[in-house]
């Protein structure tokens, strides 16, 4: 079993079908994974019949994500964001974050964009992993602990694992990207860049779920 969280950074300004056409490139790179390997889940999710390997793709200003996991019965999901004014970003946090969540975000006496986009990463990279999308933000849970750290606060199935990071770049650049590991319990996924340039990643919370024998008589998320 391998899993990998791959990156690529295309210094300059790039539309999302270019940034798409990258993540086929670093699949068919690092997977042998090609155009008619591909399809569609019903709700849309991308996915490869017939081979134990899933995959989850992100792209945000000039940055590619595609996180990676080999093995039977395993799925993941991941998401990148450009750090930049977002519209609405409060409104959005009052209505789709719990409570810790918002305290999270304002825990020094003001909005804290970087923590927006970690929570954000966090819900996104698990609703990728299940197939949902961003409709489905209020289903998703709490990543916020009752002591106020990162966490992720739901019954589980099976194990689930959630990787954060930060990445910044000489220039200016600012991105959080999460990652989101079903079915093993990943300590920490290797990064790997295909591109020419990298950007500094350090990482920023591994927070990690198990089952519990309440999942039997919990619901499971």
Known sequence: MSYYINLSFLSNKHDNPQLSAEARRILSLCEGV?????????GGRLFCPGRDVDFNISHSGSMTAVSVIRGKNMRTGCDVELVRPRAKAEEITEEFFSGGEREYIEAQGEFDLSRFYIIWTLKESYLKLRGLSVFDM????????????LAFCAVVSSALSLNVYELTGGAGEHY????????????????RWFSQESL????????????????TVSPKI
């Open 138 to 149: 209020a289903g998703a849970p709490s990543f916020i602990s009752r002591e106020g750290s």
């Open 176 to 191: 959080i990207l999460a990652a989101a590991f079903a079915g093993t319990d990943v300590q920490q996924p290797e990064i």
């Open 34 to 42: 090609m155009e008619d390997d591909i399809a569609k889940e019903a």
């Open 200 to 215: 500094v990643c350090k990482s920023i919370a591994n927070i990690k779920a198990a089952p519990s024998p309440a999942e």
